[in-house]
């Protein structure tokens, strides 16, 4: 009796496993396998992706001692010339100064001007000890003037003292991962053991690209500074090549006598953009440099696009 009853139970078994597979081959209630399985991706239509092509054609010569071409998008070098030599790079590296500000936040707080602050030449906004104005809009005149006074008083502000946002400009590029660059003032004046490279530049360049408020300073050709005690004063950008580089959209300026002329240039044409860094520079070199090499990553032949 017993024997019967095993082979029946287990005749039961094997109908009820027959039937689960026939409806699961049928399609219902699918295993969660198959509901997992990955979809293959359509290729991306990124318009940013095809920045990132070097272009076939050779790049222009640079009269500049360092140079450096980099998509804006994935970082891809495209061009360099000496790009990792150490040098001074002058006011350029107030786009570090720039990013340590938005990095301590409060963009509108009122920043009152010491007589410390105006400690420097030669390029100044000479506002007045005592006077009162917020950081945007100092941050405003740092990046389209380049005011050395103005830098002072914002690491003041934001570091304690010029020491205290060195070290904050360190760290700053430290954690960009900006391997060859050592500052010590704000605004790129020299001073003995201060120097950066044009690759580190770009790299600072790329992230101050992202931020919406810097590009669009940067991009600012001229504006109307209103001092506290009501005369105004009109701050035309240091960057020649807004007003002749149809596509050029910022960045920032420098010159010293150590640091030669230097720019840093971003642009952007045809849903592509790139900055360009050029270092130890002369004049007009400085702008056709610049010029020329956006032209040659940003306008490339119909046959790398």
């Known amino acids: ?50 920045g990132t092509v070097i272009p076939s054609n050779a790049p222009p010569p640079v009269a500049a001692e360092s140079a450096i071409v980099v998509d804006v998008a994935s970082g891809r070098v495209l ?46 906004l000479d506002v007045k000890p005592g006077d009162v104005y917020p950081r945007r809009e100092l941050l405003k005149v740092l990046i389209v003037k380049s005011a050395n006074d103005i830098a002072r008083a914002l690491a003041r502000d934001v570091g304690g003292s010029i020491e205290g946002f060195a070290n904050l400009m360190n760290r700053k590029a430290a954690s960009l991962g900006m391997r060859n660059s050592n500052f010590i003032n704000p605004n790129g004046l020299p001073v003995s053991g201060q120097y950066s490279t044009a690759r580190d530049m770009a790299i600072a360049a790329r992230a101050a690209y992202h931020s919406p408020l810097i590009r669009s300073f940067a991009a600012t050709k001229s504006f109307e500074f209103h001092y506290n005690d009501g005369h105004t004063k009109l701050i035309e950008n240091t960057n020649h090549l807004l007003k002749t580089c149809p596509y050029c959209d910022g960045l920032k300026t420098g010159t010293t006598n150590a640091a030669g002329r230097c720019l840093v240039a971003s642009g952007s044409f045809n849903g592509r953009s790139v900055i360009v860094v050029v270092l130890k520079s002369t004049t007009p070199h400085v702008w056709t440099d610049s010029s020329k090499l956006l032209a040659w990553a940003l306008k490339r032949p119909a046959s790398d696009l």
């Open 1 to 50: 009796m017993i024997p019967r009853m095993s082979r029946l139970l287990r005749a039961r078994f094997l109908a009820l496993a027959l039937t689960g597979a026939l409806v699961s081959a049928c399609g219902a209630n699918p295993s969660t396998h198959a509901k997992s399985k990955p979809k293959p991706q359509p290729a991306s239509s990124d318009p940013a992706a095809k």
């Open 79 to 124: 061009f360099a010339k000496n790009a990792d030599a150490p040098r001074a790079v002058a006011s350029t590296q107030k786009i570090i100064t720039a990013l340590c500000v938005l990095d301590a936040g409060d963009i509108d707080k009122p920043v009152t001007i010491q007589p410390i602050d105006e400690a420097c030449e030669p390029t100044r």
